[in-house]
């Protein structure tokens, strides 16, 4: 072979080597290399298999894509937190609207405004759901499901006094405790104390939790008039009593035990009174007014995106799944949980369905469980003092001043 016939074959064999390698480059196998790591907490063994389903048919339709689901069983957000300052936290993870307020502020999570196509349609969530997540003008997270509170009654229990409906007031409320304790049931209604259950009361007749600035602002004769309604049920008309009391553990078990007749609980407590207490035959409705309006809580959880993660559009192709209308499907399809846009819970039909229908109508009008950027000075100071003074140690004005200033203190310091 002469030299100009020798260049021309190598010539030809390192081009060919250039476009298998290039071909190589592009192919699909390259992308099998993109994992994702999604954290949350522990929930029930059925949450756990539901999600992780719902993670396998999104692998299926993102062949690049694999996820790699992980569980915090302690301290969910000490963990994440340290792990954000350390960069090393999650490229997703779950996000209570609790804590958000303060991880929105801290430019750790990344906005999600931009990855937002059309198609996504924005608008099908529910309002009083996202608002939760938006900071800023930006939005950082989007809700996966979510429970309002409703009122869970006894029929049984019921028909025996010649009730014939649920009371739609307060003041009805109280009447029916009365009728029902002592009768099949020990108490009429049972009671949970902590804000995030009492939390709607306060602004029922004009009052806040937090101010403008962040601040505990609920010592005011507006705040703790709704309140006050909790105190004297249990302290004057004696028909309503809190868990300890009864040695239950909560107060779905409360209720599953027979201890009381009424109870306000979340969509939770569907399945576990099914489960536990098949034998009592329970139905469900909205919260009775208080002051002549509709109030409830509503919590919610949103998958956020670190913004320090390496894959961020693969991070949103999960995000956007998960949030999107056949993701979203398959994870509230069971009752399990509630779908935080429209058109999955009408096409699911839980705003028809007896049991959960209370639960979707008060999604609008709700009290968003979230009190600001230093959630836990509010809640703990509001939850120690509010007992003391329901069990009479001292005065709900009493008590509520003393957690307002120490709460206030507090947020003072970490400002």
């Known amino acids: 072979m002469n030299k100009s016939k020798c260049l021309y074959f190598w010539g030809w064999v390192i081009a060919v080597a250039i476009i298998i390698i290039s071909c190589h480059s592009l192919s699909p196998i390259s992308k099998l290399s993109v994992t994702i790591k999604l954290s949350g907490w522990g929930g029930s063994p059925i949450e756990q298999k539901l999600l992780k389903q719902v993670l396998q048919d999104f692998e299926i339709k993102h062949p690049h894509i694999k996820v790699k689901y992980e569980v915090i069983s302690d301290q969910y957000m000490d963990v994440i937190k340290t792990r954000l300052i350390g960069e090393a936290a999650p490229d997703v993870f779950y996000l209570d609207a609790l804590e958000a307020p303060f991880l929105m502020s801290q430019n750790v999570l990344e906005p999600l405004d931009t990855y937002i196509q059309p198609e996504f349609d924005l608008a099908d969530f529910e309002d009083n759901l996202l608002n939760s997540f938006k900071y800023q003008n930006h939005i950082y997270g989007f809700p996966k499901d979510y429970s309002t509170l409703v009122l869970f009654y006894n029929k049984k229990a019921f028909n025996n006094v010649g009730l014939k409906s649920p009371p739609t007031t307060w003041d009805e ?36 939790i937090v101010d403008k600035n962040g601040y505990a602002a609920f010592v005011n004769e507006a705040g703790l008039k709704g309140l006050n309604l909790v105190i004297d049920q249990y302290q004057k008309d004696r028909t309503s009593v809190l868990k300890s009391d009864v040695g239950a553990s ?10 009381v007749s009424m109870v306000i609980e979340g969509n939770w407590a569907i399945p576990y009174l099914q489960e536990t207490f098949p034998q009592i035959d329970f139905a469900t409705a909205e919260v009775p007014k208080i002051n002549n309006k509709k109030g409830t809580m509503v919590y919610t959880v949103a998958y956020v995106m670190n913004k320090q993660t390496k894959h961020k559009k693969a991070a949103w192709e999960l995000i956007s799944y998960l949030t999107g209308k056949e993701g979203m499907e398959k994870w509230t399809g069971t009752g399990f949980a509630l779908p935080t846009r429209k058109s999955v819970a009408e096409k699911l039909g839980y705003d028809k369905d007896p049991l959960r229908s209370a639960l979707v109508a008060g999604v609008d009008y709700a009290t968003p469980w979230q009190v600001g950027k230093y959630p836990a000075a509010i809640v703990n100071n509001f939850d120690n003092q509010f007992i003391s003074a329901l069990l009479g140690e001292q005065s709900l004005n009493q008590a509520m001043l003393r957690a307002q200033n120490a709460a206030n203190q507090q947020i003072k310091m970490m400002k």
């Open 173 to 208: 409320l109280r009447r029916y405790s009365q009728k029902l304790t002592g009768k099949l049931n020990q108490y009429g209604f049972g009671e949970s104390p902590e804000l995030a259950r009492q939390g709607y009361k306060i602004p029922a007749y004009g009052g806040k």
């Open 250 to 259: 909560s107060g779905s078990d409360m209720f599953g035990q027979g201890k």
